[in-house]
């Protein structure tokens, strides 16, 4: 059971550089979300594509663009990036039913430091 | 603003003992509570899911709480064990329509359990 996959793993980027950072579900699911993680805060959305064909901004979106290439993937990128990004990148992916009741399941995260 | 507040921030117990983490949410339209357990370098997993109808639910020796009228929550672990040392993290969810699940995320509380 592959879940959520993402790729890479790690990534160390110069400033200004630009990357794609991937990301994968093989459970069907209609919605799927990118996060970040810094440290002594919560898992805030960056983007999210509440089903395919559509995207839409989450709370922190400046600097980045993602795109719902069919069901099953959603792509992150970073087209300059910039020390600020430096953070745990995590897909997730749910089931959206209509009634909220929808598990999350994330995939293992990007670590990705920009210097 | 929606927000989740977790205490304490972290905490250190024997193995064996039990604990119990707190949660105190603002956050609306209320949708659903989840908790998640966050190992070091890996994404997070659910535990539980609690809708506004449900006051307990357990998954083993995890057991949750849910007060919908105080919007206070408590995770209780009983009789820990090494690998329950994690950050677990308060998830609530609102819903709005069909955009799909809108979870604001606690900071989490970091659990060690020692021998």
């Known amino acids: 059971n592959a879940g959520v996959t993402q790729t890479p793993k790690f990534q160390v980027l110069k400033t200004g550089q630009s990357m794609t950072l991937q990301c994968a579900q093989d459970m069907n699911h209609n919605s799927m979300y990118w996060y970040r993680q810094d440290p002594g805060m919560g898992l805030r959305l960056i983007y999210y594509s509440a089903s395919e064909g559509t995207t839409d901004k989450g709370e922190v979106p400046n600097g980045y663009n993602v795109s719902r290439l069919n069901k099953r993937e959603f792509s992150l990128r970073l087209e300059s990036a910039a020390p600020s990004q430096t953070s745990v990148y995590f897909c997730?992916?749910?089931?959206?039913?209509?009634?909220?009741?929808?598990?999350?399941?994330f995939g293992q995260g990007t670590r990705l430091t920009v210097v | 603003k929606n927000q989740v507040e977790q205490s304490p921030q972290s905490l250190i117990i024997l193995e064996g003992k039990n604990c119990t983490l707190q949660?105190?949410?603002?956050?609306?339209?209320?949708?659903?509570l989840r908790w998640y357990k966050q190992d070091t370098g890996r994404g997070p997993v659910s535990l539980t899911i609690?809708?506004?109808?449900?006051n307990t639910k357990s998954n083993g020796r995890y057991t949750a709480t849910l007060d919908a009228d105080t919007k206070q929550s408590s995770l209780h672990i009983t009789a820990s064990q090494l690998s329950d040392s994690a950050s677990y993290i308060c998830v609530v969810s609102s819903t709005k329509g069909s955009s799909g699940d809108k979870l604001t995320f606690g900071t989490g509380t970091r659990l060690a359990v020692r021998p």
């Open positions: 997730a992916s749910s089931r959206w039913a209509g009634n909220g009741n929808t598990e999350a399941f």
């Open positions: 609690m809708t506004f109808s449900e």
């Open positions: 949660c105190n949410y603002t956050v609306s339209p209320f949708s659903n």
